[in-house]
């Protein structure tokens, strides 16, 4: 019994190391079980426990100091981690800011004993540690510490430390449960972080702790303001900066809350791409749309009413005017529609008109009438009410079978104009519908362009035969969206792919893995053809996978707040979308169109 | 509206003029040793070096003590750099020192700066929106700053590792004098806080 007990002392007495005082601090190693366990993880600590009025300092210091460091001296097998650091302490001084600690602090690390680890002789564990401890005055310290624990085949929780380390632990930051979800986005002389809570959180109160200096200006208030179902919190851009300010990465802490960390990127204002730029974008999109599948037939036969009539049609002025008329009210439109859908708290983007079943149906059915026109098998006139309701009418025609259809440059174009609001957005929307009704109306205005057109014949009748074709097609493709949008969920096809959520890309960054996300849905044909001509290729499977890059499909075929969050976060409000997510960087969108060469490069980059 | 009011806030706190990299830095006036009164606009057409110090702060005194900024000082100023040491503690604080004790301090250190500054109103220090002790900025030429922030890359080391550190001013009038783009021109800064 005795020897029992005299075990047991020297069981606890051993999992110490003497504590190392200096004037300010009195410091030692801790352990939270009483032995090791080979192969087991253990969680040790360096206590520090400063004088009243003294601190020491976070990982990231703040205006000045220097943050706490541990070099360990570890026999042979065993591994260390980096210092788990508890939420610090916003320490003013003077018009400065630190962030660190008073009172007493546990700075837990991670030790793994090695497996082979023989039991009998205790073992010990040395670590030199470095600190700088102010209250006006600063000193920088150096101090020898040393932990010896015996080894065994259990161990239970240490009988002083066990319960503190515990208590540390819990209430290390973590991140951020389910039904928490943040945004950070690029403001004037800073950025703003959206914080949307799970239901019944009500935050008074919050502050964010970058974990890198040079970034957010640590003395700066904060001002956490409400925003919907959630609030916004703005960080104010270090005065000095140092290196981009391209992720919100740190601590979030609030009284009503737990601690959480966090890791966003912050998207980009759009002011910055220049109102000019997104203008002259869209307008190129707007011309690229007339040789988008979805246009290019309809058009070309118009375009070819002209070579019928010839020169001798003289300016068609009036018809080019009204068709283009047609084509911006359209536009406008679809803007104003949208916009007053996402006022309403929509989280939509574009191609929205085609996430509901019906409009998915009615241009079907639309597509159809057109194709049988095309094949000669349903003859109707498009201008039903008259010429110059119908040229008017075939400018909004021509938009209703655009909208499939995304042209490159017309994606970051939109993303500005739904992202923006207010004229900027109107002005884009011109551009884009400038863009698109400019052929058309060119070849209306001069008569002299139209002398290139070939002339007329019997081989007019069998092309547009041959353009029904991509009209029917476009009719089938329709009629399999209507199908993917109001039958049940079909399983995945594709096993390379999986699902996409915000969460699995985070859960992949933080295991190093980076990953690919295709923002596509069905109603989008560039996305189709994209995943066909270059996604679904084994090549391009074998580079991914070559590369350990987790695949992840973000299907927007029908409505998905979640996924027009992610695309408004990348700038995009539309698909495709095509991001690479590689951990510790920011997300790399690819171009609309995709080859094999670009995705390389980026892969490889 | 929430975000047009956020976007004020910032703005307007943004105003402040804070010296950043890239801009014209900005003008002070303070006294020297002598108590006669030094311009930044009397050294311009010649690179400046401004250096935060504090002889009560260990950083700095690490620095001096083992010769590494004098031996700094003297190299550059052989070669027409203009170093101005200013000394921002505030007067009300304890570690403040009178111009004879700052004097005196540099003397026995060998610092060779062009001249020492009293900011004891620490207007200059909030100016420059100097953090810590060692704090150092480089002005060109023109009046533009071209580097700000830490003395080197290394923040605890020995003296032997001192010597082994990436010295930022160095790397930064060395490049800016051979008529290249500074390559680290904005670093953070470590030390003590300054004493406002």
Known sequence: ??????????????????????????????????????????????????????????????????????????????????????????????????FGYEGEVLLLTRLVPPADLVAGRPVTVRARAHWLVCEVHCIPEDVELSLTLPVASRAGPHARWGKPIAAARAQLPVPAPEGWRFDARSEDGGASLAIAPPRGVDLKEAFFLPYEQGKVEPAAPQTLAREGDGYRLALRAAAQPVGPFERASGVLVSPQGPALAIDVPIAARFADLGLVLALALAFAGGLLLNLMPCVLPVLSIKALGFAAAGEAGGSRLKEGLLYSAGVLVSFWLLAALLAALRAGGAQLGWGFQLQSPVAVALLAALFLVLALNLSGLFEFRLSVAGRPAGEFLSGVLAVVIASPCTAPFMGVALGYAVLESGWRAFLVFTALGVGMALPYAALAWFPGWRRHLPRPGAWMLRLKRWLAVPLYATVIWLAWVFAQQVGPAAPAHDASWEPYSAEKVASLAAAGRPSFVDFTAAWCVTCQVNERVVLAREDVLEDFRARGVALLRADWTRRDPEIARALAALG???????????PGRPPLVLPELLTRERLLAALDG | MKRLAIALVLAAATTAQAATVGKPAPEFTAPDLQGQPVKLSDYKGKYVVLEWTNPECPYVRRHYNSG?????????????????????????????????????????????????????????????????????????????????????????????????????????????????????????????????
């Open chain 1, 1 to 98: 019994m005795r020897f029992v007990l005299l075990l047991f002392l020297f069981f606890t007495l051993s999992a110490t190391g003497a504590p190392v005082r200096t004037p300010q601090i009195e410091a030692e190693l801790i352990a939270e079980r009483d032995a090791l366990v080979p192969g087991e993880p253990i969680t040790v600590a360096l206590r520090l426990a400063m004088i009243p009025g003294w601190h020491t300092y976070w990982r990231n210091p703040g205006d000045s100091g220097e943050p706490t460091r541990i070099e360990w001296r570890l026999p042979a097998g065993f591994a260390a981690g980096e210092i788990e650091w508890p939420v610090p302490q916003r320490i003013p001084v003077g018009p400065l800011m630190n």
């Open chain 1, 572 to 582: 995009r409000s539309g698909v495709p979308a095509y991001v690479l997510y590689k």
């Open chain 2, 68 to 196: 590494n900024m004098p031996a700094l000082q003297k190299e550059l100023g052989a070669k027409d750099v203009v170093w101005l040491a200013v000394n921002s503690t505030n007067q009300s604080s304890g570690e403040f020192k009178t111009p004879q004790e700052m004097a005196k301090w540099m003397s026995e250190k060998g610092a060779a700066p062009k001249a020492t500054l009293i900011d004891k109103d620490s207007k200059v220090g909030k100016l420059y929106d100097a953090r810590t002790t060692p704090h150092m900025y480089v002005i060109d030429p023109q009046g533009r700053l071209i580097y700000a922030g830490a003395i080197d890359d290394k923040r605890w080391a020995s003296t032997e590792e001192t010597k082994k550190a990436r010295n930022h001013v160095r790397a930064a009038l060395g490049e800016a004098m051979a008529g290249k783009p500074v390559s680290v021109a904005a670093t953070s800064p470590y030390g003590c806080t300054v004493k406002y």
